[in-house]
């Protein structure tokens, strides 16, 4: 049973900083691209960032120069950094694994909270 956990998600100030982790419990965390979506009421999910079993990134425009997204192998967890927040970031944030050559191997977190609010 391939479970993602996330924790990180809270409030923060327009300007801010906040971190979300993401760690996977099963096996073959190494050969699962991974991405962050988020989702506010109302509008679709949207990709924001991704990051391949060979560590290339990719960031949606909204984010770029603002949020890093990297991985920890040895501790089958994927991160997001954020910076520079945003009220327009607020949203609930979702990480998903997917496996590089099977996509019937694919899992999603239970999203976490983030709010940007003064």
């Known amino acids: 049973q391939v479970q993602l956990v996330e924790s990180g998600g809270g409030l923060v100030q327009p300007g801010g900083s906040l971190t979300l982790s993401c760690a996977m419990n099963?096996?073959?965390?190494?050969?699962?691209?991974l991405y962050w979506y988020r989702q506010s009421p109302g509008k679709e999910r949207d990709l924001i960032a991704r990051?391949?079993?060979?560590?290339?990134?990719n960031y949606a425009d909204s984010v770029t120069g603002r949020f890093t997204i990297s991985r920890d192998n040895a501790k089958n967890t994927v991160y997001l950094q954020m910076n520079s927040l945003k009220p327009e970031d607020t949203a609930v944030y979702y990480c998903?694994?997917?496996?590089?050559?099977?996509?019937?191997?694919?899992?999603w977190g239970q999203g976490t909270q983030v709010t940007v609010s003064s």
């Open positions: 998903n694994a997917l496996h590089y050559s099977d996509s019937r191997r694919q899992y």
């Open positions: 099963g096996s073959d965390f190494r050969l699962h691209h």
């Open positions: 990051i391949s079993v060979g560590s290339s990134t």
